[in-house]
């Protein structure tokens, strides 16, 4: 079982507010991604990092920024939340590679609502 | 374009049956394939995984099934049990370009297990 923390778990926030989505995992995964998922829809990727000071936009255009300072931490900032902004954010990360599997493992995500 | 995608969108069993749940996917490359369960309000969760140099792998009451020839995926679960509702996405990657960084998922399979 794979120990990556995400804060807040619910957030409801007016138009225009700025936002920070936390992430945290005490593994010393150096692989973490952002993937944005609607309702009982599949996971789009917004954001990756191969490790510190490397960060990557994801597949799905976002306007979040995201950030790696520290291995453990892989924030995402919303400057100007919008209610097209609504989803569920789920956050990731991957051992190295060469391990015995591959597979990413995800937070419990945070389920952001802006009205 | 590379996509994973589901044949059924829904699949209802009886307690005590057992469950399949198929996915296709068009990418040759891909050769890591990877089954997550994600039950309301929580991050997908990893159940099995299998390499492309497999055809078959068993975890505990789930069974990987990987063609591919016709690049089709399955997820058999046996003795399918209430807990075992949730929505079941697949997902695939290729070690192609430096590694497994990105995973590529489906739309989802909800199962609804009724006693």
């Known amino acids: 079982e794979a120990d990556i923390y995400q804060t807040p778990r619910y957030l409801v926030i007016g138009t225009g507010k700025k936002i920070t989505l936390e992430c945290s995992q005490t593994?010393?995964?150096?692989?973490m991604y952002w993937y944005q998922q609607d309702p009982g829809m599949e996971l789009h990727l917004i954001h990756y990092s191969y490790g510190v000071n490397s960060t990557e936009k994801g597949d799905l255009s976002s306007e979040s920024t995201v950030s790696r300072i520290r291995t453990e931490h892989f924030p995402l900032t919303l400057e100007s939340a919008r209610p097209s902004h609504t989803s569920q954010y789920l956050c990731?990360?991957?051992?190295?590679?060469?391990?015995?599997?591959?597979?990413?493992?995800f937070g419990p995500g945070t389920r952001l609502t802006v009205l | 374009g590379e996509s994973v995608g589901l044949h059924l969108p829904t699949l209802s069993v009886q307690e005590g049956d057992n469950s399949i749940i198929n996915c296709a996917y068009s990418n040759s490359a891909s050769d890591y394939f990877i089954w997550y369960k994600q039950e309301s309000g929580k991050g997908p969760q990893f159940i099995i995984d299998?390499?492309?140099?497999?055809d078959k792998r068993q975890g505990q009451r789930v069974t990987v099934l990987l063609n591919k020839t016709v690049k089709h995926l399955s997820l058999q679960i046996a003795a399918t049990q209430p807990g075992d509702s949730a929505v079941y996405f697949c997902?695939?990657?290729?070690?192609?370009?430096?590694?497994?960084?990105?995973?590529?998922f489906g739309a989802g399979t909800r199962l609804a297990v009724h006693p």
């Open positions: 299998i390499r492309s140099n497999m």
């Open positions: 593994m010393g995964h150096d692989k």
């Open positions: 990731a990360s991957r051992p190295p590679s060469g391990g015995a599997t591959d597979t990413q493992y």
């Open positions: 997902a695939e990657t290729s070690s192609f370009s430096g590694g497994y960084n990105k995973l590529i």
